[in-house]
T-cell receptor, first 114, second 112 residues
């Protein structure tokens, strides 16, 4: 399949180092945030989520930080591995009270060098 | 694996022809979505469904229609395909108890 997002910002990280991927979200009324990973030719894969009443949430090798003051979200990947190479993007959900509709960022490409 | 199957996975079609993409899920989820993904844009919602025969428009619904006659199937139809509809189309589901949506593997559509 073709690669989507050929001109994305790229973060290049050496294997074993930590990665930090940033996302600025748009709406202060958003109450839920998700990070997705998308490998070339595949569908987006859920990584981790966080609610707006939290500042930090940890998963396996990943941590999401939320700064509501500046509407900023970050994804930290510990001990980055070659299999982490992908496009990462964030999504936000407005508290609309209806079926959840997510707004997606355009993403950052993570390249892991050996 | 979210139990989503999209078909066809790849299709090339001519301008003006009708095209239907199928999304099939195996886990009886109520909410289903169709998104398109294009360079320079985040995923954009085309249509979504909150039950059998219950559908609504997303932000880029022009030129698309959907149908959901069974819980497990959500069809996206391009009545008369245009080159601007060349894109990658993703079906997604949302389990009723959460806010996260889970995506299928995508359908690559090229309109020539």
């Amino acid at each position: 399949g073709e690669s989507v997002g050929l001109h994305l910002p790229t973060l290049s990280v050496q294997e074993g180092d930590n990665s930090i991927i940033n996302c600025a979200y748009s709406n202060s009324a958003s109450d839920y945030f998700i990070w997705y990973k998308q490998e070339s030719g595949k569908g987006p894969q859920f990584i981790i989520d966080i609610r707006s009443n939290m500042d930090k949430r940890q998963g396996q090798r990943v941590t999401v930080l939320l700064n509501k003051t500046v509407k900023h979200l970050s994804l930290q990947i510990a001990a980055t591995q070659p299999g982490d190479s992908a496009v990462y993007f964030c999504a936000e959900k407005l508290n609309t009270g209806t079926a959840s509709k997510l707004t997606f960022g355009t993403g950052t490409r993570l390249q892991v060098t050996l | 694996d979210a139990g989503i199957t999209q078909s066809p996975r790849h299709k090339v079609t001519e301008t003006g022809t009708p095209v239907t993409l199928r999304c099939h899920q195996t886990e009886n989820h109520r909410y289903m979505y169709w998104y398109r993904q294009d360079p320079g844009h985040g995923l954009r919602l085309i249509h979504y469904s909150y039950g059998v025969k219950d559908t609504d428009k997303g932000e880029v619904s022009d030129g698309y229609s959907v149908s959901r006659s069974k819980t497990e199937d959500f069809l996206l139809t391009l009545e008369s395909a245009t080159s601007s509809q060349t894109s990658v189309y993703f079906c997604a589901i949302r389990p009723g108890t959460g806010n996260t949506i889970y995506f299928g593997e995508g359908s690559w559509l090229t309109v020539v």
